[in-house]
C-alpha cells in the first residue's frame, strides 16, 4: 500500500465524533477496541531524537495502554520504538539508548572518512535486537495491533506503508531498516519485496497522513521535538554530498530531499487540521534538542526519561487530559 505525504486528505470527513481522549479512556476501562472507531499510535522519527519516543512508549507500556491501538505507525526510529511496544518489552528494549557501548557501535560519525555509515543498522537490528537486547519478534507478527513501519521508495519519492510486506522475522527486521535508513549516512537503500528504500523521514517524518489515508479515526501522535523547536538546515557539506548522492542513485528520494524544508511546517497544518481527533505528546519545554547523531548515553538517558514523564503526566491520571 502506498500513499505519498502530500496527498490532500479532508481531515473533517473522518468518522466519529469522540476526541482522542474520550476513545483511550473508554477503551481502557472497557478492555475492549469494540467501538467503531480506529485508534492509531502515530510515532514521530529523527534518529537519536528518537529516544523521547522511546521514553514515551515505555510509560504506555507501564500505563497498560499498548493492546488499545488498532494499528502503529511509525517512521524511522518511530518504527522502531513501535515494535518495542507491540512485542512487550518496551521497558527492556529502551536499554540500548543508555548502553554506551552499543551507542558507540551503533553511532560513529568516524566511519564516514573511512567510506563507511554512520549509523550501523544492520549491528543494530540484527545483533543488539536478535541477541544483546532481544526483540521478540513473533510477538509483533502475532499481534492483533496492525505494524506500519513508513520508508520512502527511492524510484517514486512517495512513502510506503511496508506494513503488507512483513510476512515473516527476516522480512520485519529488514523493514525496520530500511524505514530508518538515513541516505549515505546509514548506507545503500534496503530492497524489500522488489523495491528499495530510504528512510521514510524524507517523506512522512510523522506519519499521520498515511494512517488516515488507511482509515484512521483518531490517533495519538507521539512527537521527538518540542513544540517551539525547528528543523534546522542541512549543513552545507550534507546538502552537497548528500543531494550529489541521492541524486544519482534514487532520484524520487532526491525530489522527496529537496521538499524536506517545508515539511515540519505542513505536517504540523495537517495535525492542526485533524482537531480532537489526534492529541499529540511533545518533549516539554526545555527539553535538550537531541541531534539526531547524538550518543552521548548521559544526554539520552535523560531525555529518555522526560519523554516517560510527559506521557505518564497526561495519561496516567484517572481522567486523561486532553492539552
Request: hydrophobic share 40%; charged share 20%; net charge neutral.
Amino acid at each position: 500500500m502506498t500513499s505519498t505525504a502530500y496527498t490532500d486528505l479532508d481531515p473533517l470527513s473522518t468518522p466519529g465524533s469522540a476526541t482522542v481522549a474520550e476513545v483511550i479512556q473508554a477503551r481502557r476501562e472497557a478492555g475492549s477496541r469494540a467501538d467503531g472507531n480506529r485508534l492509531a499510535l502515530v510515532i514521530e522519527g529523527g534518529g537519536s531524537r528518537g529516544v523521547y519516543s522511546s521514553g514515551m512508549v515505555q510509560a504506555l507500556e507501564e500505563l497498560g495502554l499498548a493492546k488499545i491501538f488498532d494499528a502503529v505507525y511509525g517512521t524511522s526510529a518511530g518504527a522502531i520504538n513501535g515494535a518495542w511496544l507491540l512485542c512487550g518489552r518496551a521497558a527492556t528494549g529502551m536499554r540500548s539508548w543508555t548502553d554506551p557501548a552499543i551507542m558507540r557501535r551503533v553511532v560513529d560519525p568516524v566511519r564516514i572518512f573511512r567510506g563507511r555509515p554512520v549509523f550501523d543498522l544492520h549491528y543494530l537490528v540484527h545483533r543488539v535486537y536478535d541477541g544483546i537486547e532481544p526483540m521478540d519478534f513473533p510477538a509483533i507478527l502475532a499481534n492483533p495491533t496492525t505494524f506500519h513501519p513508513i520508508a520512502t521508495d527511492i524510484r517514486t519519492g512517495q512513502s510506503v506503508d511496508l506494513g503488507p510486506y512483513i510476512t515473516d522475522k527476516q522480512t520485519l527486521m529488514t523493514a525496520l531498516r530500511a524505514s530508518a535508513g538515513l541516505p549515505l549516512l546509514a548506507g545503500p537503500p534496503v530492497a524489500l519485496a522488489g523495491s528499495s528504500y530510504f528512510d521514510g523521514g524524507l517523506t512522512e517524518t510523522i506519519p499521520i497522513r498515511t494512517a488516515v489515508a488507511a482509515g484512521t479515526t483518531h490517533a495519538l501522535v507521539l512527537r521527538t521535538r518540542r513544540t517551539d523547536e525547528l528543523r534546522p538546515p542541512a549543513p552545507l557539506l550534507h546538502r552537497v554530498i548528500g543531494g550529489g548522492y541521492m541524486r544519482a542513485i534514487a532520484p524520487g528520494a532526491f525530489r522527496a530531499w529537496s521538499k524536506r524544508p517545508g515539511q515540519q511546517a505542513m505536517e504540523d497544518s495537517y495535525l492542526d487540521g485533524l482537531g480532537e481527533q489526534v492529541l499529540q505528546v511533545h518533549p516539554p519545554a526545555g527539553s535538550p534538542a537531541i541531534d539526531s547523531a547524538a550518543r552521548d548515553t548521559d544526554l539520552l538517558t535523560r531525555a529518555l526519561d522526560i519523554g516517560r514523564t510527559a506521557v505518564h503526566s497526561l495519561l496516567g491520571g484517572g481522567t486523561l487530559r486532553t492539552a
